[in-house]
Structure formats: structure tokens, C-alpha cells
């Protein structure tokens, strides 16, 4: 309760106080049967100087007491209640925009704490399946305006998984919740020491994948053709599998191996009398039968996690639970009822593929010559001796920096298919969202490297002109707040003498 509060209901309980012992004074001299007061002689000094109009007098004094404390402090407190009121409704929106940021599952792709992460993506070059990478926004703050970063968040980032949030992008947010989720990004900036101290750990991990790149991309060639083999297997497997749902139907639910309860899996009735020794549901017959086509379902299933499960499951006449599985029984009856569904899934899958099987095939010979000629082409590669040589002096541990933070920090936006993995890189700077840096071109829009300089530290904004002929959008964010000097120049010297 607010301190103004507290003083209202200390006068309320005053007055009321007060009111009602007037009340009970006119009450108490009414009925008393006594001649008008002005017929009365009055009371003496003696009779009025008494204890009572002491405890009266104390009781004022007590009260201008009160009040001779109360009213400064409440004047002190009056200052700071507006800025405290503020800074309550910025917590609530804090607080309302974490619960965006996980309803809205931003953390899925991003991470978390923010810190980045990654989402499967289509590939559009090669309609490969990939794990497109999601940057860190737990320092975007670092590099984008609030605007700037609100605009990403609205209207998304076409071409890539992120989706538009905000109502104008036809997402589900409205302003205030927009407004929120920045709040949110806002209180969970990391420190600016550790946004710098990420650099040397970036620049190393860029650098790896340049080394692991040839067999990451020779990794994805076999993970291809496996791809293919597996689909052109999957005619034989339907057929071997096809039947099996019926005969598992027939085992549960004709007169010769059913009972009641098996039989209502299948919602019929069993007019049979075949035995269930351990009373299980499962009558002895079905039960000498089921290993036969749970074998013969993981012989010809490919992997999947439905197979698995049959895999697991042991029947037995003479056992009334399936224990091979390890830890907890489970009534046969049950591992009957799992075996159907899984059954019906392993069967359903390989007559969709089977049933789609030239596309599926097309599109994923598609993806082998993709990534077959990405394993040729090595766009990834970067000559880190003849860059050494054009643009440092010869200095290859300056070359392999500037190599290792262009790609950490740029190559996202200025290198096509960066974000989608090694196997669908293109030449470095050859144009994404950002624009093409090759052949000079940044040299053309920059003739002086400090203007080049200077662009990558503050970044572009909305409207305004930067380098010679260039219109900014505000997309292209300011690095001086996470880079030293030192390796912006070294990614400004790499982009100046791109192929
Ligand atoms: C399905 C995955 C996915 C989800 C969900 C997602 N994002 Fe993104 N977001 C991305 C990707 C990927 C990018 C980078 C796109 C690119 O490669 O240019 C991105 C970019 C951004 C950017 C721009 C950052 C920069 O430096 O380029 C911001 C800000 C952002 N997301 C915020 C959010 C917020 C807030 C949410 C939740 C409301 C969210 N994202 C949900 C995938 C996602
Ligand atoms: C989030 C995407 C993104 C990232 C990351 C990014 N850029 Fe850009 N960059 C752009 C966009 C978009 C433009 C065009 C300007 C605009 O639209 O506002 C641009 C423009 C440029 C230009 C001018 C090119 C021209 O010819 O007009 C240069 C130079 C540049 N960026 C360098 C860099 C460097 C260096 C880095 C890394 C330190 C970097 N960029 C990181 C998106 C990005």
C-alpha cells in the first residue's frame, strides 16, 4: 500500500472516530433528563481543568504529530513515484515479452538465452533439407537499432526461416507485443566484454569449418546416395511388409487364434476356443506366431522409430508381460496393441514412398548433383597463401583473421547460402541479402577505404546515402560496438580485394 494510502486511511479512521464520539455524547445528554444549558450554571476551570482535557489536548498534539512527519515524507516520495511507476510497467513489459519470446518459440531457432541456433530450412539452390543457422540476438541490440531490429521482427527475413511476427507482416503480434518482445531482447543483451571476448572463439570455429569443409561436403555426398539407395529399396521393402497387417489381423481375430480381448482390437467379437494359458489376451497359438512376424517386420523395415519398438517386443505363450525391452513389463495384450500401430505407420510410410517414389528420386538425384558439384567446385575454399600474398603483405595469420571474422560476422548476409551449411556455400561475398562484395565492387561504391571503414562500424540507415550511390535501408547493420578497429579493418582490406 502506497504511503498516500496509509495517511488517507489514518484521517478516515480519525474522523470516524471523532464523528462517533459526538454521537455518543449528544445520545448520552438527550436522554438524560436535564434542564437546557442555558438555564444550567456552567462548568468551573476546575471542574474543565481535568485529566480529560489533557488527554484531549495530547491527542491533538499527537495527531499534528502525525501529520507534521507524514506530509514531508510523502512530499520526498511523491518525486521518485512517477519514475517508479515507469519503471514498474518497463518490468511488466520485460516479463510480458519473455512470455512472447517462448510462446512464439523464438528460442527454438535462436537458442534459448538468445544466444543462437539453427532451424531446418528448405535449400533453394538444390531443395535440399538443411539446418539453416539463426544468429545470436542476445547481442543484436550491439549492431541494429531498436527500429532496426523491430523491423526483422515484423516483417521476418524473406528467403530464410525467420518468420514475420508483426500484424503489418501478416504475422500474429501486435504493436505492443512487438514492443514487448524488444523490452525482452533489450534486458537480455549480454555485456559489451562479452560480446568482444565471443570474437577470437567465432573467428576460431569459422576456421575449422574451412578445414573440415572438403569432408563435411564428401560427408554429404554419402549421406546422399545413401538417401537414394535407401528410396530405391523401399518397393521390396512394401512388398515384404504389405501382408503383414492382415496377417497380424487374422493371428488376433480368426476363431482359431483369438480371444475375446484381441479380437476387440479389431472391434469383432472372438467365437473361437483357442487357449491362453498365461491369460493374457493373447491366445497360445497367436503368441507361437508373433515372434515369426515381428522378425520378419525388422528384416525388412527400414530404420525407423516404429521398428524399433517392434524390435523390442517379445511374446511368449507361458509369459503374461513382454520384459525383454528391459525396463518396465508390459501386458502382452498391450505390446499387441503397440505392434498394430506401428505396424500400421511402418506400412503407411513405405506405400507413400513407394507411391511417390519417381519424384522422391528425381528430387533427391537433384540434391546429389548439387551436392556433388559443391563437392567439386570447393566455392568454400578460400587460397589463404595467395590472399596472404595479394592483400597482407604476405602475412597468412592476418589473411586466415580476416577470412575467420568475414565469415563470422558478414558472410551471412554477403555470401549466398551461408547460412544453409558448407555444401551450399557460394564464393565468398558473392551476394545474399546484403549485396554482391566481389570484383571490386565495394571499392566502386567506396574509392576511400576510411568511407569503407566507416560504413562497416556504423552500418546503414534507413533513407540515408552511404559510399557513392548507395541508398541505405537500415538492413545493414554497424559493427563498431563489437569489433576492435584492428579486425574491421582487416574484414574491410579482405572485401577490397575480393575476386
Ligand atoms: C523458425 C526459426 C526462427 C524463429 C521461430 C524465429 N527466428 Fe528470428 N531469425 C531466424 C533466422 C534464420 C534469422 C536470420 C536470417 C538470415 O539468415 O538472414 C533470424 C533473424 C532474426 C533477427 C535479425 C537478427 C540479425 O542480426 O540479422 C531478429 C531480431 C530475430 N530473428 C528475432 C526473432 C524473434 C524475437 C523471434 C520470436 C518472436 C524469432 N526471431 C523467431 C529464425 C527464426
Ligand atoms: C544482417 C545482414 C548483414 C550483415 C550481417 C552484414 N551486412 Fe553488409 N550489407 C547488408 C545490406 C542489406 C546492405 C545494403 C545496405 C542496406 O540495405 O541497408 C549491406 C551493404 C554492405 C556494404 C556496401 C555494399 C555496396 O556495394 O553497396 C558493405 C561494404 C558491407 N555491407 C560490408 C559488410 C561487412 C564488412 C559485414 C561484416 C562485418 C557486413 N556487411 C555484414 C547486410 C548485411
Aim: aromatic residues 8%; negative net charge; charged residues 20%.
Amino acid at each position: 500500500m502506497g504511503l498516500g494510502a496509509v495517511t488517507l486511511l489514518i484521517v478516515a479512521v480519525a474522523v470516524i472516530g471523532w464523528l462517533a464520539f459526538l454521537l455518543r455524547n449528544t445520545r448520552v445528554r438527550h436522554r438524560a433528563d436535564v434542564p437546557p444549558p442555558n438555564l444550567t450554571p456552567y462548568l468551573t476551570d476546575d471542574d474543565l481543568e481535568v485529566k480529560r482535557l489533557d488527554r484531549v489536548l495530547l491527542s491533538a498534539l499527537i495527531a499534528v504529530a502525525v501529520i507534521a512527519i507524514v506530509m514531508p515524507i510523502y512530499y520526498l516520495n511523491e518525486g521518485t513515484r512517477q519514475a517508479a511507476a515507469t519503471e514498474h510497467y518497463a518490468d511488466v513489459a520485460v516479463e510480458r515479452g519473455h512470455e512472447w519470446f517462448i510462446e512464439y518459440q523464438c528460442g527454438n531457432c535462436h537458442g534459448a538465452d538468445g544466444g543462437g541456433g539453427g532451424a531446418v530450412f528448405v535449400e533453394a539452390r538444390s531443395g535440399l533439407s538443411t539446418t539453416w543457422a539463426a544468429p545470436s540476438i542476445d547481442d543484436v541490440l550491439y549492431r541494429y537499432t531498436v527500429d532496426e531490429a523491430r523491423y526483422w521482427i515484423v516483417y521476418g527475413r524473406a528467403g530464410t526461416p525467420m518468420p514475420a511476427w508483426g500484424a503489418e507482416g501478416g504475422g500474429p503480434l501486435n504493436t505492443q507485443q512487438i514492443d514487448e518482445l524488444l523490452a525482452y531482447l533489450d534486458s537480455i543483451q549480454i555485456p559489451q566484454s562479452e560480446v568482444l571476448a565471443a570474437v577470437d572463439k567465432r573467428v576460431e570455429i569459422e576456421l575449422t569449418r574451412l578445414e573440415g569443409a572438403d569432408t563435411a561436403v564428401a560427408a554429404a555426398v554419402t549421406g546422399q546416395e545413401a538417401a537414394i539407395a535407401a528410396l530405391e529399396a523401399v518397393p521390396g521393402q512394401y512388398e515384404a511388409i504389405r501382408d503383414l497387417p492382415r496377417r497380424l489381423e487374422s493371428l488376433l481375430s480368426d476363431p482359431a487364434t483369438c480371444t475375446e480381448r484381441s479380437a476387440a482390437l479389431f472391434s469383432t467379437s472372438c467365437d473361437g476356443t483357442a487357449t491362453d494359458v498365461d491369460r493374457d489376451g493373447l491366445s497360445d497359438a497367436a503368441e507361437i506366431n508373433l515372434p515369426a512376424l515381428v522378425g520378419q517386420i525388422v528384416a525388412s523395415a527400414p530404420v525407423s522409430d516404429a521398428r524399433n519398438a517392434i524390435e523390442k517386443l517379445e511374446f511368449d505363450p507361458s509369459l503374461a508381460f513382454t520384459t525383454s525391452s528391459g525396463a518396465t513389463p508390459i501386458p502382452d495384450l498391450d505390446s499387441a496393441q503397440l505392434l498394430l500401430t506401428d505396424l500400421a505407420t511402418i506400412e503407411r510410410d513405405l506405400r507413400l514412398t513407394a507411391g511417390n517414389l519417381d519424384l522422391l528420386l528425381a528430387a533427391a538425384q537433384d540434391g546429389l548433383t548439387a551436392v556433388v558439384a559443391a563437392r567439386d567446385a570447393r566455392r568454400y575454399a578460400v587460397d589463404i597463401p595467395a590472399l596472404a600474398a595479394e592483400t597482407f603483405g604476405g602475412d597468412e595469420a592476418q589473411a586466415e583473421r580476416a577470412v575467420g571474422l568475414y565469415n563470422a560476422y558478414c558472410a551471412r548476409c554477403h555470401t549466398a547460402g551461408y547460412s544453409a551449411g558448407i555444401a551450399f556455400t557460394q564464393e565468398a561475398g558473392s551476394g545474399a541479402m546484403g549485396p554482391s562484395l566481389r570484383e571490386g565492387r565495394s571499392v566502386v561504391q567506396f574509392p576511400n577505404i576510411d568511407d569503407h571503414y566507416d560504413f562497416v562500424v556504423g552500418g546503414s540507415t534507413n533513407g540515408v546515402q552511404y559510399g557513392v550511390n548507395g541508398v541505405g535501408r537500415g538492413w545493414m547493420p554497424g559493427f563498431g560496438a563489437m569489433l576492435t578497429e584492428a579486425d574491421i579493418m582487416l574484414i574491410v582490406q579482405y572485401e577490397r580485394t575480393l575476386p
